[in-house]
C-alpha cells in the first residue's frame, strides 16, 4: 500500500532553516505530483508546494522565495528546503500524493519557528 513518511521538523528560531523529507513506498515515485501541505492550529490544511513528475514546481504566495520543493526519484524522496522561516510557518506538514482518485497523507511533521 502506499505510505509516505515525514520527517525533519522541530523547533527553530526566526529566520533559521530545516530541511523536511518525505519517502514515499508502494508507488512508482517518479511517476507521481508530489505536494507539501501545512496546518496550523485553528486553520485548514493549505498547499505550500508542489512538483510534478517532470520537475515543475509551483509554491503558494507565502512560500514563494523562500521554500524550495524538490525532489530525489532514486530515493523516492520529496523534500521541502525552508529558510527564512517566520513565526506564521509555524504549523503541521505534510506531504500527500495522488494516486488515481484517492490522496495519501503523511503522518506530518511539527515545525515550530519560536524564539
Known amino acids: 500500500q502506499v505510505q509516505l513518511v515525514e520527517s525533519g521538523g522541530g523547533l527553530v528560531q526566526p529566520g533559521g532553516s530545516l530541511r523536511l523529507s518525505c519517502a514515499a513506498s508502494?508507488?512508482?515515485?517518479?511517476?507521481?505530483?508530489m505536494g507539501w501541505y501545512r496546518q496550523a492550529p485553528g486553520k485548514q490544511r493549505e498547499l505550500v508546494a508542489g512538483?510534478?513528475?517532470?520537475?515543475?514546481?509551483n509554491y503558494a504566495d507565502s512560500a514563494k522565495g523562500r521554500f524550495t520543493i524538490s525532489r530525489d526519484n532514486a530515493k523516492n524522496t520529496v523534500y521541502l528546503q525552508m529558510n527564512s522561516l517566520k513565526p506564521e510557518d509555524t504549523a503541521v506538514y505534510y506531504c500527500?500524493?495522488?494516486?488515481?482518485?484517492?490522496?495519501?497523507w503523511g503522518q506530518g511533521t511539527q515545525v515550530t519557528v519560536s524564539s
Open positions: 508502494g508507488i512508482i515515485f517518479s511517476q507521481y505530483t
Open positions: 512538483i510534478t513528475s517532470g520537475g515543475t514546481t
Open positions: 500527500k500524493v495522488p494516486v488515481y482518485l484517492t490522496n495519501y
